[in-house]
């Protein structure tokens, strides 16, 4: 019976807690409070996220040596938008770290390798190994090895890779000693698996991370705006040439069999940035959290909790040979009426990102912090990789790429605020 109690009484505080949350500010019912898979998925390989932190703690953004110099807060409350591509220099001196390559490319990297390994060895890798004589398949095993090894010397590990590596390993090592391990045994550990499985950097691939605030605005105003992404056509036309959210019939069929959540959509896009053109569909998936901060006040150190949203999207592979987009015109304004059906991926090979957004915490000329409502922090993270038979991006200059990005978010945030 107390049990029984405490949980109703846990029930009762959870739903007045939700629903202080959604007076203060606001609410969609469509997006379910919990972790965003996408996002989680894209953690393994993404940069970690810089910005929110430097802006709290140091009261600026380094946002690379193109702009200059730091881009503090007061300017970032003026409405300037502060963005740096990953690898590029830092405004202070040094360099933002390197990305490394996505997890489907290292995935891709290493078949296409292991068949040319099979090829030039005399082994066809289209014959079941039931078919091969004991001596072939031996061969086969010892090919698919060093070929295996090949592809990781050139493409590397993710840091989801390496993480998962670091656990099994400590968890070994534990067990052969049957103790826990000392500070100075995990950190051998540790460097043996960054040696063992190092990260190696995509030169073709553009990881960009930009931060705005979006006054007279709250989180879900903001997204509402964001989440119409069949409009992108519409509001950002100068980079979807097309945008169309999947209907829940095209995404039903036989050759499909898909269905989305209400706070999931696959958008197929035809975009363009700087001269280059290309066309995928992405999986787009939407999640609330609740996040505690401490905040610095009169009454001193005081603890808060406030929502945020996470959109989160990657090119779906289970587009990926759905067959050529072919658009239908209109004769007389040259738009894109209709099409046929087909929405797989041309000239590009990942298209992946994420925005959180949530409440800013401003602060004082007393250095005091409070939680407003109607300003939004928004943090935008993407990764890109055209397919480098399309267009081979190692000739451009790394400022040209970042810029590009920046004028990207600029326009996003742009729309937002119109």
Known sequence: MIYNKELRLLLIVSIIFGLSLASAYGQDATLP???NKTKHYLDDYFQPSLVRSQLYTLDAVDAGGQQKGAVTRKQLEAGTIAVFRYGNQRSQGGYFPQTTWAPNEIQRIILETIDEYLWAGGIDPFVPDE????NDRAKKKQLIQEATEDARNFVGYTRGEQKQRLTTLLQEKEKELGRPLTSEEKETV?????GKYPLKHDSQTDEVEGIAIV????IYQVYDILKQRDRYMELMPNYFLYSHVLTAEELAAPHRRLKAKPHEQFLFARFKIASYEFEYTAFNDATQYLTEVELNTKEGKTKQVIPGITSAWRVDPRFVDDGRFEPIFDQKTGKIIGHNGKFGQKDVLVMDGYLTLEPYIAKDE???ESVDTNRVLAIYHTYTRIDPDYADLTGLTVMFREAEGRKFMQNMVAVVRQ
């Open 190 to 194: 540790r460097k043996d698996v960054l």
């Open 366 to 368: 007393n250095g005091y």
């Open 215 to 218: 006054n007279n605005m709250n």
């Open 131 to 134: 078919y091969l004589d004991p």
């Open 33 to 35: 409070i919990e972790t």
